[in-house]
């Protein structure tokens, strides 16, 4: 068994993951470690933030380094220095987010040029699952095809098809040992072939499944009302991952509507342009009320920045371009985000999480900063 429902508070789900590299309790929030770092931080950092598995993106380690040293030097655990779960992507969602690098799709795969030097690249199914069993991820997700939001039907259909057609590939290619393979539906949020992508993703049999093509610039509550009706018809017995959202409304949004996985580059990035996430909303610390202000980011966070640092430091840091400012605010907002992540999970276990929810964004709206 390698996910177990724990708890339920309506659509919520409080679980366990199990994985070879150690068990994610869920929901659970997934840091990005885009080019085998979480940007800036120390793995021992991340884990004592609160992470419990990081994603690593196949389509950039494919290109840097490439997937036969990570290999060679034992893999990415050992490469990154990381022996906790890791997830890695299948590359499908940089090669159709960049929308302008993409030559050909077609039923064999996908041609792009590489952000790297320009040159034609082929991700088919089949080198997906390669890619993912020489990094020897914990979990490998499916090639799909992932279109952004307002294209035609006719497109959004044929993404379906073709995520269905190559998952089926996928499903049969070779894994590393002990892997987990994660299927993705796709289908915007239209209701009809959502409901046609889950029903022929899910008859596959992965060990679990993603709501891919959300998130993708769609309304909030577009998005919001999709996740209410798509995550009910994927498999109650296994994971459920919605695909790239990292703000704290948007992790409370999908965890209250039954998602136990979720992953976003937000917390490390909005650190790097000097934000804090915290329970009282965004703060700017270039914003010059924070000059004097002696307080921590947050008072309710135990994070390195905030058990020592003043806001006014911080923002100084940050005005100065100061590596150690970036560094607090990543830390911090993966501390926070975390947090949140784990109060929703104490919530569904105890039955109240639509009381945590309601605290959480009253505080985060009061304007008590
Ligand atoms: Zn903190």
Known sequence: ????????????????????????????????????SVKSL??????????????????????????????????????MGW?????????????????????????????????????????????????????GSDIAMCLDVCPPAGVAREELEQA???????????????????QLVFGITQG???????????EEVARLGFD??????????????????????????LPADRPRYFMGIGDPDGILDVIARGIDMFDCVLPTRMGRTGTALTSHGRLNLKNARFARDPRPLDE?????????FSRAYIRHLVNQQELLGLRLLSLHNLRFLADVTLGARAAIESGR????????????????R
């Open 353 to 368: 999480l639509a009381d945590f929810i309601l605290e959480m964004r009253q505080r985060m709206a009061a304007d008590d």
């Open 42 to 79: 120390h793995p021992d950092e991340v884990r004592e933030a609160g992470a419990h598995i990081l994603l690593g993106n196949t389509y950039h380690l494919h290109f840097r380094p490439g997937e036969e040293l990570i290999a060679e030097l034992g893999g990415l655990h050992a490469f």
């Open 188 to 198: 915007g949020s239209d209701r009809e072939l959502r409901a046609r992508s889950v």
């Open 160 to 178: 379906v098809r073709l995520t269905s057609a190559w998952a089926a590939r996928q499903r049969e290619a070779p894994r590393a040992p002990g």
């Open 300 to 308: 309710r966070c135990g994070c390195r920045a905030c058990a020592r």
């Open 208 to 233: 679990g499944y993603a709501l891919g093509g959300l998130s993708v610039g769609e309304p909030r509550p577009e998005m919001v009302d999709a996740v209410e009706w798509a995550a009910p018809l």
């Open 1 to 36: 068994m390698t996910f177990e429902v724990v708890a339920t508070d309506g659509a919520a789900r409080a679980g366990v993951l199990r994985t070879a590299h150690g068990d994610v309790p869920t929901p659970a929030f997934m840091p990005v470690g885009t080019k085998g």
């Open 83 to 135: 022996d906790g779960p890791i997830l890695t992507d299948s590359g499908g969602f940089q090669v159709f987010s960049l929308r302008d690098t993409l030559l050909a799709v077609d039923d064999g795969g996908v041609t792009f040029r590489s952000v790297y030097d320009g040159d034609a690249a082929r991700f088919t199914p089949e080198l997906a699952a390669g890619i993912q069993v020489r990094l």
